[in-house]
């Protein structure tokens, strides 16, 4: 979708190592979201941002860091990558209005 | 503990027919559902909303339709179509928390 991207699309990485996935829009919108989607699981939250410097967790932070030092890029961390960690990561935002949030294309990340 | 509820992984329909989907929810503060469609390698889309304050909500092929004393809601797909193959997360938010929770979803394949 227009107005926001992820980076890298693919990534392997070995356990143990960090790991940093990018999140990048265009519309200075002031909420933005990581989650993770996994089979049986669907979409489960990690961290959110409600403004610069300003994040809080999600249901699944563990593991996880974020940081927000410019309205349009969220940084996910994984301190030290484990195999659990595997999985599609998706970015969002949130315009507002009846649409709820848009979706970045997302991050496959497999951790061997 | 998942909030969000979708007890049907899989769905297969007869292209021309009615889709069902099925969503339960168990957080009583939820007032706004969301249903979303996702395609393989792709980000989910915004499919279509309903509010607590309604009990349907029509656009076109799609209705979602909500039973609050149930805490259930539904989504008609009338007449399916093969595009309409897809997973279809259902995701409910209160509002004054700007966060979506989201059912593991349900894969729909619409048969020729």
């Known amino acids: 979708d227009a107005g926001i991207t992820q980076s890298p699309r693919h990534k392997v990485t070995e356990t143990g190592t960090p790991v940093t996935l990018r999140c990048h829009q265009t519309?200075?919108?002031?909420?933005m979201y990581w989650y993770r989607q996994d089979p049986g699981h669907g979409l489960r939250l990690i961290h959110y941002?409600?403004?610069?410097?300003?994040?809080d967790k999600g249901e699944v932070s563990d593991g996880y860091s974020v940081s927000r030092s410019k309205t349009e890029d969220f940084l996910l961390t994984l301190e030290s990558a484990t195999s659990s960690q595997t999985s599609v990561y998706f970015c969002?935002?949130?315009?507002?209005?009846?649409?709820?949030?848009?979706f970045g294309s997302g991050t496959r990340l497999t951790v061997v | 503990d998942q909030q969000v509820k979708q007890n049907s992984p899989s769905l297969s329909v007869q292209e021309g027919r009615i889709s069902i989907l099925n969503c339960d929810y168990t957080?009583?503060?939820?007032?706004?559902f969301l249903w979303y469609k996702k395609y393989p390698a792709e980000g989910p889309t915004f499919l279509i909303s309903?509010?607590?304050?309604?009990d349907k909500n029509e656009d076109g092929r799609f209705t979602v339709f909500l039973n609050k004393s149930a805490k259930h809601l539904s989504l008609h797909i009338v007449p399916s179509q093969p595009g309409d193959s897809a997973v279809y997360f259902c995701?409910?938010?209160?509002?004054?928390?700007?966060?979506?929770?989201f059912g593991a979803g349900t894969t729909v394949t619409v048969r020729a």
């Open positions: 519309e200075n919108h002031r909420y």
């Open positions: 995701a409910a938010s209160a509002k004054a928390d700007y966060k979506l929770s």
């Open positions: 969002a935002i949130r315009r507002g209005g009846e649409s709820g949030y848009t």
């Open positions: 957080n009583s503060m939820f007032d706004y």
């Open positions: 309903i509010s607590s304050i309604k």
């Open positions: 941002s409600y403004g610069v410097k300003d994040t």
